[in-house]
Nanobody, 114 residues
Framework: VQLQASGGGLVQPGGSLRLSCVVS????????LGWYRRAPGKQREFVAI???????NFANSVKDRFSISKDYAKNTVYLQMNSLKPDDTAVYYC?????????WGQGTLVTVSS
């Protein structure tokens, strides 16, 4: 499974960005699709996940500001990020879990700064 993330960039506090992650496989067969991030000097942390047939889950730090969705026709998972804060600055990685194996994309940088 290969993952290609895009959509990062520089945005002002309070702004929005939408990240995209194109999956090389049919996402009907992917149990979990999610996003993680690594801020400068910190460990990678969970951001959001969407499971087949389940409700999405979010880290407390992004709940009510971020949403996650899938487009089965495009084999793509999205992370819509609203009301961005400087603390959201990080490299964002998409993640897929299929057959018990985790796959990672290359990451896309999000910088929230005025």
């Amino acid at each position: 499974v290969q993952l290609q993330a895009s959509g990062g960039g520089l945005v002002q506090p309070g702004g929005s960005l939408r990240l995209s992650c194109v999956v090389s496989e049919n996402i009907f067969n992917i149990a979990n699709l999610g996003w993680y991030r690594r801020a400068p000097g910190k460990q990678r942390e969970f951001v959001a996940i969407i499971r087949n047939g389940g409700m999405p889950n979010f880290a407390n730090s992004v709940k009510d500001r971020f949403s996650i969705s899938k487009d089965y026709a495009k084999n793509t998972v999205y992370l819509q990020m609203n009301s961005l804060k400087p603390d959201d600055t990080a490299v964002y990685y998409c993640n897929a879990r299929a057959n018990g194996i985790h796959y990672w994309g290359q990451g896309t940088l999000v910088t929230v700064s005025s």
